[in-house]
């Protein structure tokens, strides 16, 4: 299974934006589905969005029209950019090839 690191997050203030990054440890065109999931504190891990590799993409309603996922198969990455950010955007956002990232802080507080 790949290795998968995320990074991006961090601190903004609501309204504002963020683009996560997974950088994987191989080649992903060939994975079926690639996720980015959340996990806020005291809640369930949830699904956030997925791109199959033919580009195909689904949003929990949520985050419908606030976020976008895509991937770059060259740079072996997967993307999230999160624009409109709330308060209750924050969790630690996980990305989920054949394996799990280790995780990377949102934080959305003014």
């Known amino acids: 299974q790949e290795q998968l690191v995320e990074s991006g997050g961090g601190l903004v203030q609501p309204g504002g934006s963020l683009r996560l990054s997974c950088a994987a440890s191989?080649?992903?065109?060939?994975?079926?589905?690639m996720a980015w999931y959340r996990q806020a504190p005291g809640k369930q891990r949830e699904l956030v969005a997925f791109?199959?590799?033919?580009?195909?993409?689904n949003y929990a309603d949520f985050v419908m029209g606030r976020f976008t996922i895509s991937k770059d198969n060259a740079k072996n990455t997967l993307y999230l950019q999160m624009d409109s950010l709330q308060p209750e955007d924050t969790a630690v956002y996980y990305c989920?090839?054949?394996?799990w990232g280790q995780g990377t802080q949102v934080t959305v507080s003014s």
């Open positions: 791109i199959t590799n033919g580009g195909n993409t």
């Open positions: 989920k090839g054949g394996s």
């Open positions: 191989r080649n992903i065109s060939s994975i079926y589905i």
